[in-house]
T-cell receptor, first 113, second 112 residues
């Protein structure tokens, strides 16, 4: 069974630009969660999507948004990039929503210059 | 405020040693606790714990949860250099919003 895939793996942007990251969950998994990982803050929850609906959202500004498609693939968008948005963005898929085993993708390393 | 604290922050041991990693939490309406191993990029799922006192075991790794004292431990016996990684603990709680809160991790280095 293929694992979680994320594209692109690496991205370099400049301040003010916007970026879209993509995540394809494990086949059959319907829940996708997004996390931001930085050396100082560790792993922080961004949001979770299940059946094309945002179920939960972490404490991030409105510049961070996402969506999920009918095939469970999810995208995350960050607008008006700031230097502090440089991080590893991880997505995790699980069979069902909430409190289930989560399987992580390899992440997208975003660098904002 | 919900929080997850892992200890120690880092640990250096020699091959063959046994290590115990700790995860304590204060989370509203606890639902589950997960352990992950992170070597380079993506965290790899190890265990999911929901009930107190029931040990989960996988090879040389084992974990147990104490919901009364609000902590979990991850044991690794007969450590190998391949066990070198950051071990993350995540706790799921329902304070009106579902989310997993991650600890900052324990960095384990196993020397040959």
């Amino acid at each position: 069974k293929a694992g979680v895939t994320q594209t692109p793996r690496y991205l370099i942007k400049t301040r003010g630009q916007q970026v879209t990251l993509s995540c394809s969950p494990i086949s059959g998994h319907r829940s996708v969660s997004w996390y931001q990982q930085t050396p100082g803050q560790g792993l922080q929850f961004l949001f979770e999507y299940f059946s094309e609906t945002q179920r939960n959202k972490g404490n991030f500004p409105g510049r961070f948004s996402g969506r999920q498609f009918s095939n469970s693939r999810s995208e995350m968008n960050v607008s008006t990039l700031e230097l502090g948005d440089s991080a590893l963005y991880l997505c995790a898929s699980s069979l069902r929503a909430s409190y289930n085993e989560q399987f992580f993708g390899p992440g997208t390393r975003l660098t904002v210059l | 405020e919900d929080k997850v604290v892992q200890s120690p922050l880092s640990l250096v041991v020699h091959e063959g040693d046994t290590v115990t990693l700790n995860c304590s939490y204060e989370v509203t309406n606890f639902r589950s606790l997960l352990w992950y191993k992170q070597e380079k990029k993506a965290p790899t799922f190890l265990f999911m714990l929901t009930s107190s006192g029931i040990e989960k075991k996988s090879g040389r790794l084992s974990s147990i949860l104490d919901k009364k004292e609000l902590f979990s431990i991850l044991n690794i016996t007969a450590t190998q250099t391949g066990d070198s990684a950051i071990y993350l603990c995540a706790v799921g709680g329902d304070s009106g919003t579902y989310k997993y809160i991650f600890g900052t991790g324990t960095r384990l280095k196993v020397l040959a």
